[in-house]
């Protein structure tokens, strides 16, 4: 059984330890700043304030992440969460630049949730179909699911 | 495999879909608050407040939930995680009047918890008796929970 | 299936519940220092800070030590999670101090997390050799990691 759930969950894994890679950092940047400057200044509040909105965010992404992975199909669930990393390290590092190219509190990596958060509706309502339908859409779904992830690349 | 398994944690996953969705509203009402009003008044600091104990009970919350639904039944757990979600809205919005209609500080949905803590208890004390006893009380118990649930409901 | 998914898991679900129960002895703490004092005084501060602080990590570890758990093998990386939570223990108190016994920010458990996280790495590399390559060292890595989180509790 083991080897059958490795198989299901190795992707969103690799993404999560990604995500906890990237946890480390922040706070190690956030350490540093504060180190460096005793007093509190502008750039250390911001940086904090940056980590804290990220930090606030992240039980949120893990959740969707992983039931996305779930209920539909783990590849495209784990691609989307890299695209979410990397939408999460601009963020961070437009907080830090001097001036403000950081888009606004909560919602940056919006998109990417949005369409996490669909996945999850999807193969939730395909269960229900399959259960007490008559035919499984889930083939079909996740080949589109596959194609569309591709297309959040798009800016 | 993956029907099994979406079999045991498809209503799981629909709350926490549904918990996504509040922590989404919750976000864009502290959002939307700090943009009307530019300076720090005293409302947005109390529901900045407010988003930050609902935020850090959050991680908590999906552990105890994930953990009953798995140890002992996945029904009643996914229905004490509604009622956590009811209370979690009340305490928000009780925070937003102008009167101070909010319970204090962390302790809202502390009995929803506490049922869902005791579910993983009783099915851990289940499970190492199954293992090292002789009898299974599984069936039994699973019943008592599912009538017990209910029973939350009272004020 | 349910009782094999229980074996695979037990342990960790035993850790996270003792977390939880942390979490609420924490935030009892906070809650009643902050009665006590009315005023914001420094030791109340100080304790509110220490709570944000274990919090924050409180995502992560959950997420490395279930990832750990499920990639390699379950004991040891309930074991570290549990010395984890001793850590977190002592942070605690250390921070309510007079004195300032308590190590500084983020960095406490450090050790402990980049054992769950090698742990993960290499049962995720053991999986890809395992599918791509030809043998398993699976059997000999546990035991390593078996003696290895023993070794943990040298100071």
Request: aromatic share 12%; proline share 3%; glycine share 6%.
């Amino acid at each position: 059984m083991d080897d059958l759930v490795m198989e299901c969950i190795f992707l969103l894994v690799l993404v999560t330890l990604l995500s906890v890679l990237q946890n480390a950092f922040f706070a190690q940047k956030v350490e540093k700043e504060c180190k460096a400057h005793n007093s509190k200044t502008a750039a250390v509040e911001r940086l904090v304030c940056a980590n804290r909105n990220c930090m606030d965010m992240y039980p949120t992404f893990l959740a969707v992440m992983w039931c996305a992975g779930f209920c539909l199909s783990q590849a495209p669930a784990a691609f989307a969460g890299l695209l979410y990393l990397v939408a999460r390290h601009k963020y961070f590092i437009g907080y830090m630049g001097q001036t403000s190219q950081s888009t606004p509190g909560f919602l940056f990596g919006k998109r990417v949730l949005s369409f996490l958060f669909l996945m999850c509706v999807i193969g939730i309502l395909n269960y229900i179909l399959g259960t007490y339908g008559s035919k499984e859409y889930k083939e079909y779904i996740q080949t589109i699911t596959k194609a569309a992830s591709t297309l959040l690349l798009l800016p």
